[in-house]
């Protein structure tokens, strides 16, 4: 069992509920209208001003999450319109009693409330259809955001649809925002980015040109974040910090320190001192605004900051905040928000002794095991007395985590089974597998193998179920797919991979443990593209290639596992003791070495991940004919050339052809079809935006239009519009662009220069996408040229992968470091020969360039031909 412990969910509905907070506030931010159906006497306009005050003061007390006292409030406000006959004033009160009411879990309550608030506002003659109409997109409003409480999303974005219709009706251009922003949120939570951002975008314009507000503020901060979700994190902090210019010109503390908070996220990954900083300017805002320390929002920026202290191992200054936090959540009231927040504290807390214990670190001034499970126990106690269930099954959870950590298995198993039949009740997949995960691993380490494998298993299952709303799930705050994902695929497939003293493995775990690395290589593109956007069906290798063999290596924590997979034959297994830093030491090494040409250090490691994942295989390669080496690479496999695995003698590539995929589960198996073989050439020789000249280039695409019929799109004629148009246009089936790219790990930083912009991988997927994609016109193969992987990127490759897949051509072949561009053109005129003339398969068509090059005594080294690799269809 691993003992480095995963990141939860716990943070989920923190932040949601904080979201509705700030729906209400949209929603009714005006100051209520006084019904005038005569005129008033005297006492109507005393009473009806008290109901407006008691209204006022409600929204206050509902702003600080004192919910209580809000529905008193609001109560009274409520009768005193029913007692002058006011039913708007009456429908409108109502209608934010629902959701006090809502946020208290009394959802009976809420329910009735909405609906007697939208009777009121239909069935009153009287009141005139210039004040129904606004008056109702507001109870709207309000309706989707219980519908979206309850996850009723799609319910919830048709309401927020009527809301906004009736709001456009009225002329009321902030309540458009309004309903925008919260529709939007329900599409966010559906993992639906790119509709969210569509919806937001629409009302940019309006939004920008709006006198400076509190909607505005809200609306620019609700849409940096949405692109912050989707991968435009620079345009995020754009948008957001015109939000927070905004907020500062208001003299708005709090959303000042909302819109800090949501900054500081963009910067998380990638500048972890800078969202400190924006921490701090949090922080010192609230200690200056006595109106900030009545909120939670110290708490919020507190919590963010001891989280992200802890992430990045700055483990004294986090527990410096401890005694802060403390003092923040000690005046909290029981309601949900507050319950997430501790739920959330004691979280961090977990993680924080638990990484201490592995590193063996003696921190001082933190809480003890026995601490942190008292203060779990008095949490679940609150959130009982106002039936949370959700909350008490985190609690729970988190209770049977402790007793994991301390190996009290009993006490582990107890609380873990609770919190689990809690989220079954709720029917809450995203909790329930997270619990399945915590039982398999306690059983695993207590030596019950088939318990372990069955939870393991049903955690798998729910995490295919639900690959939609795991990239509903902020990546940056309450999820992480490295630490609460990948480890469950990984501790299935090590468990059935796992040998019986007296049995070798049986063919029904090799199949399920192959399913589930290539489940595992179809969520890890999701999480890269922020959306489940890839479909999957499964390919028999016998029925795509004869002659191909598809290997998976498996990087465990304590070894290599690899499943060879041959053309109509049982799957085959071998493994190899070694553990994941050894062996990644062991490919960065080969990678450090082949990417210099002056080093030839790079053949130790070549060769001994030649005996790791190719000498145990050799005879049944040989046996079986396999002329074609599939791999389906995993983890750091990615980053190096596989064909330029060294036996001693020869490299992989003088014996076989080599391609790679991603998964069977996502691989075209058609042909190309040599009649028609016509390319699109586009590539840039100038230097632009920075880069560098590729002298070469004009050779490169003229030797191409030497050999195939081709649409050449050279310097100043090669821009986005002008690609855009000859793919839309035409029926040529290859697309060659040579000219600087860069795959990475992140979308935004993931792409290809044409002469005027940078064409990230959205952008492609768009241009590509223009051509109706019918049998017939499909492009078949996409060639970037002169590409290379982000330097200092582990997880780099997962951008080639991710353009290959998302490009919609059935294959892709790049380049995986930047390559001598004369090189580049000999071997793109012999891969085109060997493809138009010689009407080779593709993978085969690369091979043969490749040793063209590798047989030029100037261009021996590997580092001039290894880098070119094709993915997808090899055929």
Known sequence: MSSKFRQRYLLLIVFFVVGLSVSLLLANYEMPRVLAKTVPSEQVIKTETS??????????????NQFEKAVSLWQQAAQIYADTEDSLGQGRVLSN???????????SQASENIAASLDLLNQDTDISPGERIPALAQVFNNQGILQLAQGKEEQAIATWKQAREGYEQAGDELGVIRASINQA?????????????KTLAEVENSLVQQPDSLIKVAGLRSYGDILRLVGQVKRSQAVLEQSLVVASGLESPAERVKTLLALGKTYKASNSTKALELYHQGLKTCRK???????????QVYLAKFNLLLETQNWQRGIKLIPEIKAELAHLADNRVNIDFKINFAHNLVKLLS????????LKDIPSWSEIDRFLEETIEQAKAIDYKKAQSYGLGLKGQIKEELQDWNVAQQSTQQALILAQSLNAPEIIYLWQWQLGRINQAIGDRPQAIAHYSRAVGLLKSLSQDLVAIDPDVQYSFRDSVEPVYRGLVSLLLEPDAAEEISQANLEEGRGVIESLQLAELHNFFREACLDAQAVKIDSVDRQAAVIYPIILGDRLEVILSLPNQPLQHYTTKISKDKLEAIIR????????????????????LYDLLIRPALKDLANNQIKTLVFVPDGAFRNIPLGALYDGKRYLIEDYSVALTPGLQLLDPHPLEQTKLKTIAAGLTQGRQGFSALNHVNSELAKIENTLNSVVLLNKNFTTEALQKEIKFSDYPIVHIATHGQFSSSLEDTFILSWDSRININELDNILQT??????????????????????????ALGLAGMAVRAGARSTLATLWSVNDRATAELMSNFYHELSEKKLPKAEAVRQAQLSLLNNRWYRHPFYWAPYVLLGNWL
């Open 771 to 796: 051509r109706n994609p019918s049998q017939e016109n499909a492009i078949e193969l996409l060639v970037l040229s002169a590409c290379e992987t982000a330097t200092g990127d582990k997880w780099a």
């Open 589 to 608: 090494q080969f990678r450090h070495g082949i990417v210099v040409r002056s080093r030839r250090n790079f053949y130790r490691p070549a060769r001994k």
């Open 289 to 299: 605004q006595p109106s900030c320390l009545e909120t939670d929002l110290s708490l």
């Open 97 to 107: 009693l629902a959701l006090a009411y809502s946020q208290l879990n009394n959802w």
């Open 185 to 197: 949120s329900a599409f966010k939570k559906l993992g639906f980015y790119r509709r969210a951002l």
């Open 355 to 362: 990484k201490s214990r592995i590193e063996r670190k003696k």
């Open 51 to 64: 109901a407006v005050e008691l209204e006022t003061q409600g929204k206050y007390f509902y702003s600080l």
